[in-house]
């Protein structure tokens, strides 16, 4: 089944393909008002959502199609012990695609799984967040008319920020991409971002703590909240949960055409006053997201996609239930009969397939 659980699902033509579709459904809204008529999309939210969920739902709206929602997990059928693998059994049976948000890293792999319909990741847990990065690539696009030749600077929570991680790999693809990564060293970019995108794909990254320091060299800017609800220690997060704040007097040493981005919600780490800046892009991307997420549900649905596979181990070599992975977010700690399954990466080091965290 065609579903996009990682960007990566998405090769660099499939990406250009929703981009066009997007930008064609922004100047001729009406020609694509039915093309979802009698078309069901599940959305499945077990996390706090306003914008993603609203989103999708706006999306299949538009698209002439009707939604399946649950209200959320404390509502529904996971809050009595129902797993991932049933719950989305019995939705493949109401609904023609899911959308689906989860607190557990690899649930939407799961979920595909076992899925006979078309599963979109809205995000699970601090792993990948690839609808989001659709909406971060088509205002990159609309602002720099490239996707090449871009400093990147990704500042606050890039630990525990899945958008940053999904918008690493779609970006880590384009020619001349420089990431600066700035972060609190407790906040630092996961290992396996690095070794598994930036190192075997060369490149070239810096991992700085101070924002002053480098935002003259900028072409975008992301700022993303410090994820409160990720923190085992509640007095950790007090601790750094105020560490970046963008304000104008920072802005005044970025570029003239620096675009500053953020997935939303915003905490303090973006300054209201710079909202009226022409250089502040974020909620030109919440629109953007909406379209994207039209496009992607217009090819998920195509038929000529529907039966198409994606190659998710990506020809590495896996091994079943030889390790147990430590991740105490990992949807393998929570639903006990899953295999226990890992990929053997391009350094060597064995990977859970379900939520990337390497075997110690
Ligand atoms: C992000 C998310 O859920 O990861 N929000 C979103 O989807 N727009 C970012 C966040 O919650 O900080």
Redesign the pocket.
Known sequence: MRSVIDILDLNKEEINGLINTALDIIKRPKKYSKKCKGKKLATLFFEP?T??RLSFEAAMYELGGNVLSVPGASLSSAAKGESIADTVKVVSSYADIIAM?TPKEGAAFVADKNSKIPVIN??DGGHF?PT?TLADLLTIYREKGTFENLTIGLCGDLKF???VHSLISAMSRYKNVKFVLISPKELKLPEYVKSTVLIPNNIPFTEVESLEDVISSLDILYM??I?QERFDNPSEYERLKDVYILDEEKMSKAKKDTCVLH???RVNEISVKIDEDKRACYFKQVEN?KYMRMALILYLLDKKNLQTNVNRFRDLEVVYNKYVCENPSCITRTEQELEHVFKLCEDNKYRCVYCDKEVE
Do not use: D, E, M
């Open positions: 959502s914008r993603t948000r809205a995000g967040h989001q920020g899945r958008t993303t909240r994820q997935p939303l919600p997201g």
